[in-house]
């Protein structure tokens, strides 16, 4: 074909030899982040920017979490300020004035650009794979990795030990859920996290609450987007992403901050 004869085991080979090469090379790294929302995006951009070695594990096989819903369905994303200069600074997304101190965004465009933003500054991503659990150490407690299988097993609801990834932070994106930081409390209660779920709708408080919260919940382990609100029973904001896109910003400021240190 095209001058080339293609060999089936080739195919195979090429396969197996670049993607054991990149698990071994990510079996560590500075930084998980698991869920490729916006916030886990947002997050990733700025963390690989800043040359940390960065990956996000997302359980599905594509970007965005719950930026293709968008609102109701209906192809719009609503952004308000600063967060709609900084997808349009920092990501090239083009921002619509939509009146009343709100802007529009395409959810396509917003996916793509946040994906291919982060991943040409450096971060990786593997698709497909579901965080079970994480890895931790004792005096001092601390998160130290996560536990992590393919979605396909999870989606058989067959049984397999799960394969490790050290990181010196672990991010929690992962949405309405915030199921690394549930699965820490529920698994070690001697750490004192609870997870009592997002409260009701208050468009004006969620967004200021969620980007005040974001940050560090314990040791080696923080939240961002709207795993925030359901770590400290914030309301929730519907329709609305400016604070997804500014908690992702600020929880990667944090976490290059807490690097430099140690
Ligand atoms: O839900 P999601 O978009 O989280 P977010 O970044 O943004 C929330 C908004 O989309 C919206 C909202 C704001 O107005 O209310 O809902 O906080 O993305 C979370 C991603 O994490 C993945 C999930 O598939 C989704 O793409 N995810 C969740 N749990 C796991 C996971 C897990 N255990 N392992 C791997 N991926």
Do not use: C
């Not at 009343?100 to 450096?122: C, F, Q, R």
């Not at 049984?159 to 930081?181: K, L, M, N, S, Y």
């Amino acid at each position: 074909m095209y001058g080339v004869s293609i060999r089936e085991s080739e195919i195979t080979r090429a396969i197996v030899k670049s993607a054991l090469k990149f698990l071994d090379e990510y079996s560590s790294v500075d930084v998980a982040i698991v869920g490729a929302g916006p916030s886990g995006m947002t997050a990733a951009y700025y963390l690989a920017r800043a040359g940390l070695k960065t990956l996000v594990l997302e359980r599905r096989f594509s970007f965005g979490g719950g930026i293709g819903g968008a609102a109701s369905h209906l192809p719009s994303i609503v952004v308000e300020h600063p967060a709609a200069q900084i997808l349009s600074e920092d990501f090239n997304v083009r921002v619509q004035d939509a009146g009343n101190g709100l802007y529009v965004v395409d959810p396509a465009e917003m996916i793509a650009k946040l994906a291919a933003k982060s991943i040409d500054a450096g971060a990786k991503y593997l698709l497909g794979i579901n965080v079970e659990d994480v890895i931790y150490r004792d005096k001092p407690a601390r998160i130290v990795g996560l536990a992590v299988y393919w979605s396909s097993i999870q989606m058989a609801n067959i049984h397999t030990d799960p394969f490790f990834i050290e990181a010196r932070a672990v991010i929690d994106a992962t949405g309405h859920d915030a199921e690394v930081v549930s699965v820490v409390a529920r698994k070690n209660p001697e750490f004192g996290l609870k997870v009592p779920g997002e409260r009701s709708a208050y468009v004006d408080l969620a967004e200021d609450l969620v980007v005040k919260y974001t940050g560090k919940v314990m040791e080696g382990l923080y939240v961002t987007g709207m795993a925030v609100a359901a770590v400290y029973g914030l309301p929730r904001m519907g329709p609305i992403f400016g604070s997804m896109i500014l908690s992702g910003k600020r929880v990667a400021e944090l976490v290059i901050n807490d690097l430099k240190r140690i």
